[in-house]
T-cell receptor, first 109, second 113 residues
Framework: RKEVEQDPGPFNVPEGATVAFNCTYS??????FFWYRQDCRKEPKLLMS???SGNEDGRFTAQLNRASQYISLLIRDSKLSDSATYLC??????????FGRGTSLIVHP | TAGITQAPTSQILAAGRSMTLRCTQD?????MYWYRQDLGLGLRLIHY???????GKGEVPDGYSVSRANTDDFPLTLASAVPSQTSVYFC????????????FGQGTRLTVV
């Protein structure tokens, strides 16, 4: 079983839609969690950290469920510019960032 | 600010040849990483270094070697390239402890023919 698992998608949604991604992780002792965004042929960039209490940044909301070992990302009012691949990243006790395979989002007019 | 820089940005390499991918960061991060990214497989860790002078193997280390002579540089060497090493290579760095984000270089697109 891969340490971090994501549905690869693609998620194909119209502008203005709300879309949610989930990510599961296998190591219950994992310490920190992140969502990254990757545009085609570019390097991954941090979208937001995920805190135990959940956190929001504008249209983006991230949540952590330690009991079920998953994190989620909710995007409200999708924009065309949100089209990208979203990578779930988990830092296990070794602190080495471990990536999911990414979820592709396509927002269409 | 430069952040983390990789060179070259792309390269075509003949099979059997050696090559070193360069990675330099100016953020004084202790930890550095090399990943390869292949379609459908995501980012896979090749080697890592938690601090200058130490390195460790990741998920896919075979055919690659690294060194960490100082804090800033973390080169990745392919001793004898094979076509299966065709990939996009990303170098990254982060503060010690791993509670902070990792910063990535712009990537090196390598084609082994």
């Amino acid at each position: 079983r891969k340490e971090v698992e994501q549905d690869p998608g693609p998620f194909n949604v119209p502008e203005g839609a709300t879309v949610a991604f989930n990510c599961t992780y296998s190591n219950s002792a994992s310490q920190s969690f992140f969502w990254y965004r990757q545009d085609c042929r570019k390097e991954p960039k941090l979208l937001m950290s995920v805190y135990s209490s959940g956190n929001e940044d504008g249209r983006f909301t991230a949540q952590l469920n330690r009991a079920s070992q998953y994190i989620s990302l909710l995007i409200r009012d999708s924009k065309l510019s949100d089209s990208a691949t979203y990578l779930c990243v988990v830092n296990p006790p070794s602190y080495i960032p471990t990536f999911g395979r990414g979820t592709s989002l396509i927002v269409h007019p | 600010t430069a952040g983390i820089t990789q060179a070259p940005t792309s390269q075509i390499l003949a099979a059997g040849r050696s090559m070193t991918l360069r990675c330099t960061q100016d953020m004084r991060h202790n930890a550095m990483y090399w990943y390869r990214q292949d379609l459908g497989l995501g980012l896979r860790l090749i080697h890592y270094s938690n601090t200058a002078g130490t390195t460790g193997k990741g998920e896919v280390p075979d055919g690659y070697s690294v060194s960490r002579a100082n804090t800033d540089d973390f080169p990745l060497t392919l001793a004898s390239a094979v076509p299966s090493q065709t990939s996009v290579y990303f170098c990254a760095s982060s503060d010690s402890g791993g509670h902070t984000e990792a910063f990535f270089g712009q990537g090196t697109r390598l084609t082994v023919v």
